[in-house]
């Protein structure tokens, strides 16, 4: 089923530290997984994806995990910077007509 | 590359007028595009996928006669809310993809006040 979020986790860091945000996805047939960042008052914009024959991969400065057993995904943050903070989403695709399935989102705080 | 674009990126209107939202492409041929409605703090929940030229999947709970939705060109959507009422006050982003199952591009999203 699709995730609705009521209100958005946050999550608060401090300058410099890692970060890490979980999603748990819904449907065991997704083979693909998207994170994205959103600023306020903007659109969603792409950070790391991965295909479900992978259980990680890794960009600048993040780090997707995909644990398919436990239908579990995390992004990792290092050295995390007052820019980074935004809400983050991953979204589950790979289903009937290209559709994403967005996660509830995590609100990253990140303390100077 | 890859960049899509919305218009207005706000509006206001009055209710009981109706809204138009455009949608594009604007350095690859989009075939598919969604629109999506979020909420304060919430998630985009996916309303309508639109492939040009054929008529929009609506998602269920989602009225297609109250969101109307034009694909009529490979770099143009457009969602027009009728009749508008404050509850439809929201922020509207839309996305594109080159091929189904393909990345989506997302545009900056387009708010909408209804008074």
């Known amino acids: 089923g699709e995730s609705v979020g009521l209100h958005l986790p946050t999550l608060s860091v401090q300058e410099g530290d890692n970060s890490i945000i979980n999603c748990a996805y819904s449907?065991?047939?997704?083979?693909?997984f998207i994170w994205y960042k959103q600023e306020s008052g903007k659109g969603p914009q792409f950070i790391i994806d991965?295909?479900?024959?992978?259980d990680k991969r890794q960009g600048q400065r993040v780090t997707v995990l995909l644990n398919k057993t436990v239908k579990h995904l995390s992004l990792q943050i290092a050295a995390t910077q007052p820019g980074d903070s935004a809400v983050y989403f991953c979204?589950?695709?790979?289903?009937?007509?290209?559709?994403?399935?967005f996660g509830q989102g995590t609100e990253l705080s990140v303390k100077p | 590359g890859a960049v899509v674009s919305q218009h207005p990126s706000w509006v206001i209107c009055k209710s009981g007028t109706s809204v138009k939202i455009e949608c594009r492409s604007l350095?690859?041929?989009?075939?598919?595009m969604f629109w999506y409605r979020q909420f304060p703090k919430q998630s985009l929940m996916l309303m309508a996928t639109s492939n040009e030229g054929s008529k929009a999947t609506y998602e269920q709970g989602v009225e297609k006669d109250k969101f109307l939705i034009n694909h009529a060109s490979l770099t143009l959507s457009t969602l027009t809310v009728t009749s508008a009422h404050p509850e439809d006050s929201s922020f509207y982003i839309c996305s594109a993809s080159g091929q189904v199952g393909n990345e989506q591009f997302f545009g900056p999203g387009t708010r909408l006040t209804v008074l």
């Open positions: 991965i295909r479900s024959n992978m």
């Open positions: 979204a589950e695709g790979g289903n009937q007509g290209g559709k994403l399935i």
């Open positions: 350095d690859f041929q989009a075939t598919t």
């Open positions: 449907n065991s047939a997704s083979d693909y």
